[in-house]
């Protein structure tokens, strides 16, 4: 059964750090493209951060580039985002997804995590 | 980063046709087309059409998509009131070198 699912949501300060989790099951990770999309609160989707299949190449959106930091760990079936200095505009559901053969989409979701940034 | 542009919101009635629009720029768009994802209410998306122009495994032949120019398209025949959601498009922009969204469109059935 193909599955993602997401942890290491939370609370935080503004100017705090996070890690998020993102295990994969039921295909092979080690092929396949990892995003992270989130969601504001009752907004749309925004496009965060993907990692191609072997960890080489890495693309931000530009409201996170430069604090948010993607990796993966093949060995584990885990991508990663790692958050600093965190505002209230990163306040959001953070979804991991699969991306689909050749970057045809992203083709499996998880349930996301919600982070908050607040004082 | 500049993204796609979706209608807000559209209305038809049950057992009708939508056909909701996505429109782009060379560089995303017209350059390899659009994903198209479904968003129900309350659940994480779901993709209904590929960029390659294929429908994955398990979705409806009522869901539908096509592209010209720079507008993408998605079709959905027979609206069912379980069709009421959000809907996505989504493109790889070439130039940005990042993946960018639609705002999206609500599609109420009536």
């Known amino acids: 059964q193909v599955q993602i699912v997401e942890s290491g949501g939370g609370i935080v300060q503004p100017g705090g750090s996070l890690r998020l989790s993102c295990v994969a099951s039921g295909f092979s990770f080690s092929d396949s493209g990892m995003h992270w999309v989130r969601q504001a609160p009752g907004k749309g989707l925004e496009w965060v951060a993907l990692i191609y299949y072997d960890g080489k190449n890495k693309y931000y959106g530009d409201s996170v580039k430069g604090r948010f930091t993607i990796s993966r760990d093949n060995s584990k079936n885990t991508v990663y985002l790692e958050m600093s200095r965190l505002i209230a505009e990163d306040t959001s559901t953070y979804y991991c997804a699969r991306e689909g053969a050749g970057g045809t989409g992203m083709d499996v979701w998880g349930q996301g995590t919600m982070v908050t940034v607040s004082s | 980063q500049a993204g796609l542009t979706q209608p807000p919101s559209v209305s038809k009635g049950l057992r009708q046709t939508a056909t909701l629009t996505c429109t782009g720029n060379s560089n995303n768009v017209g350059d390899q087309g659009a994903a198209w994802l479904q968003q129900v209410q309350g659940h994480p998306p779901k993709l209904l059409w590929y960029r390659n122009n294929n429908r994955p495994s398990g979705i409806s032949e009522r869901f539908s998509a096509s592209r010209s120019g720079y507008t993408a398209s998605l079709t959905i025949t027979g609206l069912q009131p379980e069709d009421e959601a959000d809907y996505y498009c989504?493109?790889?922009?070439?130039?940005?070198?990042?993946?960018?969204f639609g705002g999206g469109t609500k599609l109420t059935v009536l």
């Open positions: 989504s493109a790889w922009d070439s130039s940005l070198s990042a993946w960018v």
